[in-house]
C-alpha cells in the first residue's frame, strides 16, 4: 500500500505515486534528470506500490501542482509576491504551508533577479563591484549576457573576470548569500544548502564564443601569458572540429588549401554525415573520391589519431581567422566575428 504507518505517505512514497499516475512516457522524461540512486529508489518503491485510492493520487497531484505554481510565482516575483498569490487561491495557512516546503526542499536557482534584468543595466549595477563578485554573478547569467557585461569591463579587469570564472570549482552556500544580500537580500534565503557546482571552462568558454572577437583575443592573449595551461584547455574548447559547419562554402575552401589531404581523410573518419557532407561538396569531386578511397583503405582509425587530425585543422581554421582571410559566425544570430 501507498501509506504507512498511521497513514502517513513519506516523500518518496508520493514521488513514486506522481510517477505512476504521470505514465511511462512522462516519467521517462523526469528519470533522465535524476541521479542513479534517485532512479534505483524511485523503481523500487514503484514496484513495491500495489494500490492508490483515487483521493489520495488526487491529493498528491495537487500538492505537486501547487509547488509547482509557487516556484513559478517566486521567480517572477520572490517570496512576496508568491505568498500574495497564493494566499487569493488557497488561502493564508495552505500559501505558507506551500511556501515552507518549497524552500526546503527545492532550490531557486542564485541571482533570479538578475537574470531578469537589461543587460545593459547590469553593467552599472556590478562594474564597479570585487572581480570575484562580478564572476560569481556572471556565472549564473545566460551567455549572451554575461558577454556583454564583460565586453563593458576595462580590458585589465576583462582576462581577470574570465580566468576567476574559468578556475571557478564550488561556491558555498554562505558566500552566495552574502552576494545575493547586497545585490537582492529577498532571495538570500531560496539558497540551497549544497554546494553549488558553477563556473568553470565551460561556462567562459561559452561566454568567449559570444563576446566579440577583440575582447575575445584579448582575454586570450591575457590567459596565455598568465595562464597558458588554462588558455590551452579554453582554446581547444572553442572551436572543435564540428565547427566547421559555422564556416561559409568560401570559407572552408579557403580552409582545404592549407590542410594536409592525409589529415583530413583521417579527421573525417571520425565526423558526422553532416560534416564530411559540408567539407566533401567545397572539394573537386576527384580529390573527394581519393579521400573517401583513402578512408576506405585506412581501415579502423585510433580515436587518438582522428582527435590530433581534427585539432590541426582546427588550429589552422583558427590561424584563418586571426588572420582575417576567413570569418566564423557566433553567438547563433546574424552577429558576424571577423
Known sequence: MARGRDGFVSGLQKAAILLISLGPERSAGIFKHLKEEEIEELTLEIANTRSVTPQLKEDIINEF??????????????????????????????????????????????????????????????????????????????????????????????????????????????VIKEVEKVLES??????????????????????LNTVDRGTEKHIMETLEIEEPELADEIRKKMFVFEDVLLLDDRAIQRVLREVDNNDMAIALKGANEQVQNAIFNNMSKRLAVMIKEDMEFMGPVRMKDVEEAQQKIVNIIRKLEDAGEIVISRGGGDEIVV
Open 65 to 174: 501542482y501547487e509547488v509547482c505554481l509557487a516556484q513559478q510565482y517566486i521567480a517572477e516575483g520572490g517570496i512576496g509576491y508568491a505568498k500574495e498569490l497564493l494566499e487569493k487561491s488557497l488561502g493564508s495557512e495552505k500559501a505558507l504551508e506551500v511556501i515552507s516546503k518549497l524552500t526546503a526542499s527545492l532550490q531557486v536557482k542564485p541571482f533570479e533577479f538578475v537574470r531578469k534584468t537589461d543587460a545593459s543595466q547590469l553593467i552599472n549595477f556590478i562594474q564597479d563591484e570585487h572581480p570575484q563578485t562580478i564572476a560569481l554573478v556572471l556565472s549564473y547569467l545566460s551567455p549572451s549576457q554575461a558577454a556583454m557585461i564583460i565586453a563593458s569591463l576595462t580590458p585589465d579587469r576583462q582576462a581577470d573576470v574570465a580566468k576567476r570564472i574559468a578556475v571557478m570549482d564550488r561556491t558555498s552556500p554562505d
Open 186 to 207: 529577498k532571495l538570500a534565503s531560496l539558497v540551497n544548502q549544497d554546494y553549488t557546482i558553477i563556473g568553470g571552462v565551460d561556462a567562459v568558454v561559452e561566454i
